[in-house]
């Protein structure tokens, strides 16, 4: 598998919102891992969840947009890591560092996002 930037993002970073979906279970399973290990929670089911992440990709604040990429980049690790295991054949394996993963930043921003979603921002 391989990830190309497209146009606008920085090298490295992957949008989920346009990569194509190698392997579904891995998808639906990396985005309820996600959801799991977020708190505050972001969102209750996996298409909530995209459906705010198109949210935050559209915003213009910059605060969105950051948290956008941060949680890509955090779902993009989960997503990688479950196609490499499965096309291995080693099933899933256990996923300590993406707790490291999280950042306070991260946190704080679903908050604002929160605050900014129920002012109608």
Same mark, same amino acid.
């Given at each position: 598998?391989?990830? &190309? ?12 919102? *346009? ?16 959801? +799991? ?7 209750? *089911? ?10 935050? %990709? ?6 969105? *947009? ?16 479950? &196609? ?11 996923? *300590?560092? &993406? ?14 996002? %929160? ?5 109608? +921002?």
């Amino acid at each position: 598998m391989c990830a &190309v930037p497209l146009q606008g993002q920085k090298p490295g970073q992957v949008d989920p919102l *346009t990569a194509h979906r190698a392997n579904p279970q891995c998808w639906d399973s990396s985005s309820a891992l996600l959801l +799991e290990m977020r708190s505050p929670r972001i969102a209750d *089911t996996v298409p909530a969840f995209w459906d705010l992440m198109v949210f935050l %990709k559209s915003s213009d604040n910059s605060k969105h *947009t950051a948290l956008y990429w941060d949680l890509a980049r955090v779902f993009w690790d989960i997503y990688v890591d479950c &196609v490499l295991s499965r096309s291995h054949g080693l099933g899933r394996r256990h996923i *300590t560092a &993406v707790h490291s993963l999280i950042t306070d930043k991260m946190i704080q921003s679903a908050g604002h996002l %929160k605050l900014s979603k129920s002012r109608g +921002e």
